[in-house]
């Protein structure tokens, strides 16, 4: 079976403009998170979403949102790009709301100019 | 909130063990977990182990939990080139799906 996927793998944006990112969990999944990675740092949370409805939410502003669609697939939009936006975005699937195993994408390296 | 704490940086021979080291806050946390990651790539989920074990093993790699100082440590045994990396310490927080990173160990091993 294939792994998570993410889409696209790299991506340039200026400043003020949207993005949208893509996730494809792994076959049977049907939770999603998100998370960004800043140059240097761990990973912090974003989002996760279960059986489409949001489960958690991280501290990040309202220019985040995500959605998660009903074959479990989800997207990650950010608007009004910072330059601090600047990150690996991160997705995760696990198959259930709870569980000690998450699996990582490659993620998706968002660079804002 | 839950804060997770590593070193950031360990060298090793090849071929010697690696030991690195977390402590973290939150003391519900029921799994806690290592991640690796490569350069340019996502996280590989290495091991994790249920807080009332005090070690577990898996080949080269051994994790050892004193939970009393919210310590956790990874070794790994006989360390190999394709072992350098960037380790990650995870604890979840508010339920196992949302994990709180440390900042990551890189390891660098040399000839």
């Known amino acids: 079976d294939a792994g998570v996927t993410q889409s696209p793998t790299h991506l340039i944006k200026t400043r003020g403009q949207q993005v949208t990112l893509r996730c494809s969990p792994i076959s049977g999944h049907k939770s999603v998170s998100w998370y960004q990675q800043v140059l240097g740092q761990g990973p912090q949370f974003i989002f996760q979403y279960y059986e489409k409805e949001e489960r958690g939410r991280g501290n990040f502003p309202d220019r985040f949102s995500a959605r998660q669609f009903p074959n479990y697939s989800s997207e990650l939009n950010v608007n009004a790009l910072l330059l601090g936006d600047s990150a690996l975005y991160l997705c995760a699937s696990s198959a259930r709301l709870v569980t000690y195993e998450q699996y990582f994408g490659p993620g998706t390296r968002l660079t804002v100019t | 909130g839950e804060d997770v704490e590593q070193s950031l940086f360990l060298s090793v021979r090849e071929g010697d063990s690696s030991v690195i080291n977390c402590t973290y806050t939150?003391?519900?946390?029921?799994?806690l977990y290592w991640y690796k990651q490569e350069p340019g790539a996502g996280l590989q989920l290495l091991t994790y182990?249920?807080?009332?074990?005090d070690m577990k093993q898996d080949q080269r790699l051994t994790v050892l939990l004193n939970k009393k100082d919210k310590h956790l440590s990874l070794r790994i045994a006989d360390t190999q080139t394709g072992d350098s990396a960037i380790y990650f310490c995870a604890v979840p927080s508010g339920g196992y799906n949302k994990l709180i990173f440390g900042a990551g160990t890189r390891l660098a091993v040399h000839p």
């Open positions: 182990i249920f807080s009332n074990m």
């Open positions: 939150d003391s519900s946390s029921t799994y």
